[in-house]
C-alpha cells in the first residue's frame, strides 16, 4: 500500500475578538490509498477544524493553517499558493460536510452542481458534463436521474441532497476524500445505504478516506484505521481491530464503555463525565488535557504534558500509563 495523504504538525489558528486561539495543535496522521480513516472525538474536539483546515477552507480574516508538510499523493501542498490549491480542492481532494445545504446552491438546478467541478477543473463541455452528473447520481443510488438533476435542493429530500453532495465531491475521483459527519442528520437506514455506496465508490477509485464521526458503531464498520481526538490533538492511533480489542487511552475506553447496548435497560445512556474544555483553557495548558476528567489521573499527569508512546506497531497513545514503552515519533 502507499500513502495517498501524509499529514504532520498541522495547526490552526483562529481569530476571535481580542485573541487568536489555537483549537488544533499539531495534528500529524497519514491515510493509505483505498484506506478509511475514522477520526472520532466529542463534540468540541477539533474534528471539522481538521478537515477544514486541510481544505484550507479557514478564510484570511478568520483564521491561519500551518504545516511541516500536508502531502497528497506524494506532492507537498502545504505551502501552496491559494491560486495553486483551488487546482486541487474538488479535484484531487474533496469534502463532503455534515449539513448538505452547506454545500448546494439554493439557486442552481441540482445536475448543473454536479457537474460543476468538471466544467471548472477540467474544461469539460457541459453537454459531456451533465451525462457524467446523470451517472453519478444512478450510482450513488438516485433511481431517476434525469428528474433530479433537473430539480432545486428545495425539492430534495435530506438524504437525496446528501447522495448529491456525495455524487458532487467525487465527480473529479478525488485521491482524498474528507468526509465530516457525511450522514449524521439521517435516519439510520439511509446512512447505512450511503456509508455502504461510499465504500463501494471508494473502492472502485482506490480512493482514500476520512471518515469524520462521533458514532463508533460507524468506525467499527467502516473504518479500518482510527484517530481519537481530545482538546485539539491526537491522543490515540491504532487499527480499528486493536482500537477495540486493547484501547490504550482512558478517553478511548470512556467513548468505547458509552456505547449503547441493545441488553441495556438503563433509563439514561452513559457518558464521560465532565466536558470537553474550551480552547481558551487548553490551548497552553500543561498537563494531559484529558486529566480533570480521567479516573486514572495521577499528579504527573497533571503536571506533564505527555507524549505519544508507542504500545505496538500502528498502535500509539498519549498516556503516562504507557510511559515504559518507547515515545512515539510525531
Ligand atoms: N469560528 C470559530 N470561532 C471560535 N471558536 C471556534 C470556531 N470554530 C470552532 N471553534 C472552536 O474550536 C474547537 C473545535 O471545534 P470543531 O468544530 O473542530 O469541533 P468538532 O470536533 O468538529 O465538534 P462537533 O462534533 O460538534 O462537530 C471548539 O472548541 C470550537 O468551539
Ligand atoms: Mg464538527
Request: glycine letters at 8%; one cysteine or more; hydrophobic letters at 40%.
Amino acid at each position: 500500500m502507499s500513502k495517498v495523504l501524509e499529514i504532520k504538525n498541522l495547526k490552526a489558528e483562529l481569530f476571535t475578538p481580542g485573541k487568536t486561539i489555537s483549537p488544533i495543535s499539531g495534528i500529524s496522521f497519514d491515510v493509505e490509498k483505498g484506506e478509511t480513516l475514522g477520526l472520532v472525538g466529542e463534540s468540541g474536539c477539533g474534528k471539522s477544524m481538521t478537515v477544514l483546515s486541510l481544505m484550507r477552507l479557514l478564510s484570511p480574516d478568520m483564521g491561519r493553517v500551518s504545516a511541516d508538510f500536508v502531502r497528497l499523493d506524494g506532492q507537498d501542498i502545504s505551502q501552496f499558493t491559494e491560486a495553486q490549491f483551488c487546482k486541487i480542492r474538488g479535484k484531487k481532494m474533496s469534502m463532503i460536510f455534515q449539513e448538505p445545504m452547506t454545500s448546494l446552491n439554493p439557486s442552481l438546478k441540482i445536475g448543473y452542481q454536479i457537474a460543476e467541478p468538471l466544467l471548472c477543473h477540467d474544461g469539460t463541455p457541459i453537454r459531456e458534463g451533465m451525462v457524467k452528473a446523470y451517472e453519478l447520481l444512478r450510482a450513488v443510488g438516485i433511481a431517476d436521474p434525469e428528474r433530479v438533476a433537473n430539480s432545486y435542493p428545495h425539492n430534495l429530500s435530506g438524504g437525496m441532497r446528501q447522495r448529491v453532495v456525495i455524487a458532487m465531491a467525487i465527480i473529479c475521483k478525488p485521491k482524498v476524500l474528507l468526509a465530516d459527519e457525511p450522514t449524521t442528520a439521517l435516519d439510520v437506514t439511509i446512512q447505512a445505504q450511503l456509508l455502504e455506496m461510499m465504500k463501494t465508490l471508494q473502492r472502485e477509485e482506490d480512493m482514500g478516506m476520512v471518515l469524520v464521526t462521533h458514532d463508533l458503531g460507524i468506525v467499527a464498520e467502516y473504518c479500518d484505521r482510527v484517530v481519537v481526538m481530545y482538546c485539539g490533538q491526537i491522543v490515540e492511533e491504532a487499527a480499528t481491530t486493536a482500537l477495540f480489542a486493547l484501547p490504550g487511552h482512558p478517553y478511548t475506553k470512556g467513548l468505547i464503555a458509552c456505547i449503547p447496548k441493545i441488553s441495556d435497560e438503563k433509563e439514561f445512556l452513559d457518558h464521560i463525565p465532565g466536558h470537553v474544555l474550551p480552547v481558551a483553557q487548553y490551548e497552553s495548558s500543561t498537563g494531559c488535557r484529558f486529566a480533570q476528567r480521567c479516573p486514572a489521573a495521577t499528579p504527573q499527569c497533571r503536571a506533564q504534558t505527555p507524549p505519544l508512546f508507542q504500545l505496538d506497531v500502528g498502535h500509539t497513545c498519549r498516556c503516562w500509563q504507557h510511559q515504559g514503552n518507547a515515545i512515539a515519533h510525531e
